[in-house]
Nanobody, 123 residues
Framework: QEQLVESGGGLVQTGGSLRLSCTASGLTFSRYTMGWFRQAPGKEREIVSAITWGGGTTYYTDSVKGRFTISRNNAKNTVYLEMNSLIPEDTAIYYC????????????????WGQGTQVTVSS
């Protein structure tokens, strides 16, 4: 059974950092483009970042460029999101997702989703 499990969320002050992890099981991780999404209360879910199979191509939404870094370790079936210089507007539930096969960047849709992890940035 395909599964993605996020971890690393929490409460942090403005300017702080967090590192999210997402570990996959039940799928061939190295064949998946992986993405991070977030959804804040009352807002639509938005893609934050994505990374291709081998990590050679990445995507970031404008609001996180220069602050967030996506990476992956295929040997550990894990994708990471390093978040620095956090601001209250980054407060949301963060989800990881996977898209199998060849896809544009960012992928228009994803096949597998995690359950999410809460990130709260206090002012």
């Amino acid at each position: 059974q395909e599964q993605l499990v996020e971890s690393g969320g929490g409460l942090v002050q403005t300017g702080g950092s967090l590192r999210l992890s997402c570990t996959a099981s039940g799928l061939t991780f190295s064949r998946y483009t992986m993405g991070w999404f977030r959804q804040a209360p009352g807002k639509e879910r938005e893609i934050v970042s994505a990374i291709t199979w081998g990590g050679g191509t990445t995507y970031y939404t404008d609001s996180v460029k220069g602050r967030f870094t996506i990476s992956r370790n295929n040997a550990k079936n894990t994708v990471y999101l390093e978040m620095n210089s956090l601001i209250p507007e980054d407060t949301a539930i963060y989800y990881c997702a996977g898209k199998q096969g060849i896809t544009p960047m960012p992928p228009p849709s994803f096949d597998v989703w995690g359950q999410g992890t809460q990130v709260t940035v206090s002012s």
